[in-house]
């Protein structure tokens, strides 16, 4: 079947601008997270979905990061007014349950954001 | 939060030779999981192998196995007859009751 889809793979920005990054979960995964990975560094967690719950927004960076997820499917990634530091490679993962025993993520090949 | 080190930045090896990874992590909690993923050039991040921190037998997967140390919240990854379709950053990653840390990755160079 098919894996986690992410778009666009590449997105180039002026600073200032707002960009959306879009996030396409293996169907029937319940849990769905973002992760922000910059330059030659490890994954930075963003924000957790699991089903209908609250998410877990504790990893966004400001509040110019936000993400939703409609029909407990596709996920959005939205960034206001994007700064150069914002540059990175946005990674998104489904898993089939939130729970610790379904806990394999697979993730998708990425957004890769460059401010100017 | 737990933290997950990883403290090879680079490591390399020769082709058909074994290479460990190391990775440790701080954790308060007795009940987790442990994963190591690899990310090649394309950087799709690839599971390669994972650990029920309640099973005390390491986990196996074809050339790839680990050394889970539990009491010492030591986790590395041995891969055996490299190959070079290997190189690629691998991360170590936990998972808890709350969160999932990932390290900061190992290089892997595989030398022909």
């Known amino acids: 079947g098919a894996g986690v889809s992410q778009s666009p793979s590449n997105k180039v920005t002026e600073k200032g601008k707002d960009v959306e990054l879009r996030c396409d979960p293996i169907s029937g995964h319940t849990a769905l997270y973002w992760y922000r990975q910059s330059l030659g560094q490890g994954l930075e967690f963003l924000i957790y979905f699991q089903g209908n719950s609250a998410p877990d927004k504790s990893g966004l960076p400001s509040d110019r990061f936000s993400a939703e997820r409609t029909g407990g499917s596709v996920s959005t990634l939205t960034i206001q007014r994007t700064q150069q530091e914002d540059s990175a490679v946005y990674l998104c993962?489904?898993?089939?349950?939130?729970?610790?025993?379904?806990?394999?993520?697979?993730f998708g090949p990425g957004t890769r954001l460059l401010v100017l | 939060a737990q933290t997950v080190t990883q403290s090879q930045p680079e490591m390399s090896v020769q082709e058909a030779e074994t290479v460990t990874l190391s990775c440790t992590y701080d954790t308060s909690e007795s009940d987790y999981y442990l994963f190591w993923y690899k990310q090649p050039p394309s950087r799709q991040m690839i599971l390669v192998i994972r650990q029920e921190a309640y099973k005390q037998q390491n986990a196996t997967e074809n050339r790839f196995s680990v050394n889970f140390q539990k009491a010492a919240k030591s986790f590395s990854l041995k891969i055996s007859d490299s190959q070079l379709g290997d190189a690629a950053m691998y991360f170590c990653a936990y998972r808890g009751d709350n969160d999932m840390r990932f390290g900061a990755g190992t290089r892997l160079t595989v030398k022909p």
């Open positions: 993962a489904s898993s089939l349950a939130g729970g610790r025993g379904q806990e394999t993520q697979y």
